[in-house]
């Protein structure tokens, strides 16, 4: 096709597109509509797998995380590995904590429980763990009491200010205060656990200068991958993971959600697509007879089909240009507008990346494009002498 007859098609593509106000508003703004959705939905996503993620940094992993050998227990040495990673360029704070089990008492009620022994003051350089409480006061260093999660405290119709008997796995038993309630968002770390500092529990198991685990917060996290093999050459270790590693079976669940919103944008697309198309083929429909006309006078085939598609690339333009700046404010007010998820105790939010808008545009735009050419097809086919007479 000339040049000449191609910019004849866009003229009167252009021209013909403005001519019914509601046939142009219903196809423009269910495009707009189908882009914002494209948009908003994956920064949601994106936001919530984000803000998990940062929870579960700032409660349970470090950005690299110190275990020991397969067939070991616990991490022997544990005073001059700290000592190594005090001199360690690029890590910025490290607590170590030693995990073991036991039972809890309260009046005719008893539970298996989960020992989680904390360096206090280190572990508030590297987590918020003791900030995250329902009700009650946190650990400070030096205390005898205990915080237990939420989930035990439902569990055993426990509160604040009660006495339990806690029996350690060496059978050693010692009755405690419960000073708080804690609610961390990780059901791991919700279920059935007791909280209390490393130097209490070592008074009853005598394991000294051992850990399960030691934490340890870089100036970076993204910088976790290469300080590991650094880690482990440095304290001599052959077992650490970093904090992506950590959460992975978040960034699996958050995979499978985002399959399932691809599922519903596509729903979306699809409902799009077929307005959009459904709405150009009524339109053709209409316009046979002034079709035929264009055929009569000499307009070709393809000059015909020219115009239809130069009419869906308009629509497409306008209406993703149009769904993203609503998709663009649309996920930045989601974005400053967070709300609070009660059961992970997460501020969830959504996210704005340059991505969504291109991925939106791309689809959407090729989408509109596809339902386009049926009718275009249609109207290339027109019968000039059916067309003119009916």
């Known amino acids: 096709m000339k040049f000449s007859e191609l910019h004849a098609a866009f003229f009167y593509a252009r021209r013909d597109i403005i001519k019914d106000k509601k046939v142009f508003f219903f196809i423009t703004a269910a495009i707009i509509f189908a882009t914002a959705n494209i948009i908003i939905v994956n920064g949601f996503m994106d936001g919530i797998a984000d803000d ?3 929870n579960s940094i700032e409660t349970s992993v470090g950005h690299l995380n110190v275990y020991p050998k397969d067939d070991d227990r ?8 700290e000592q190594k990673l005090a001199s360690m360029e690029d890590v910025v704070a490290f607590s170590s904590r030693l995990y073991s089990g036991g039972t809890l008492s309260l009046r005719d009620i008893t539970t298996t429980v989960n020992i989680i022994a904390i360096d206090v003051e280190n572990e508030r350089n590297i987590t918020k763990l003791l900030e995250k409480l329902d009700e ?22 426990a509160d604040t200010g009660d006495h339990v008997t806690l029996v350690f796995e060496n ?22 656990t007791v909280f209390m500092s490393k ?33 482990m050459d440095e304290l001599g270790i052959t077992k650490v993971k970093t904090w ?3 959460i992975e079976h978040i960034v699996k669940s958050m995979g499978a959600w985002s399959e399932f919103s691809n599922m519903v944008i596509s729903v979306g697309l699809i409902a799009s697509a077929i307005s959009v198309g459904v709405i150009i083929f009524i339109n053709v429909v209409h316009k046979q007879r002034q079709i035929g006309i264009m055929k009569a006078i000499g307009a070709s085939n393809s000059f015909v089909f020219t ?36 059961i992970t105790r997460t501020w969830f939010r ?37 067309a003119i007479w009916g």
Do not use: C
Request: hydrophobic residues 40%; charged residues 25%; glycine residues 10%.
């Open 307 to 342: 115009v239809f598609i130069i009419e869906a690339g308009l629509f497409a333009t306008l209406g993703v240009a149009g769904g993203d700046v609503l998709g663009y404010y649309g996920t930045k007010y989601f974005e400053t507008h967070p709300f609070w998820e009660p």
């Open 244 to 246: 992506v590693e950590e």
């Open 350 to 386: 959504a996210r704005f990346y340059p991505y969504l808008l291109y991925n939106a545009s791309i689809v959407s735009f090729s989408i509109t494009i596809i339902a386009g050419i049926y009718p275009a097809l249609k109207a290339r086919k027109t019968n000039i002498i059916k």
């Open 52 to 54: 998990l993620i940062d």
């Open 74 to 81: 616990f991490i022997e040495g544990i005073g001059f590995k």
């Open 171 to 192: 059978g050693a038993s010692k009755l405690y205060k419960i000073k708080g309630i804690v609610h961390t968002g990780i059901y791991e770390l919700d279920v059935d």
């Open 199 to 231: 130097t209490e529990v070592n008074q009853h198991l005598g394991y000294g200068d051992k850990a399960s685990v030691i934490l340890v917060k870089l100036t970076d996290k993204d910088m976790s991958e290469a300080k590991k093999q650094v880690l």
């Open 136 to 157: 009650g006061s946190t650990l400070e260093a030096n205390d005898r009491d205990i915080l237990i999660s939420y989930r035990l405290a439902e569990d055993m119709k």
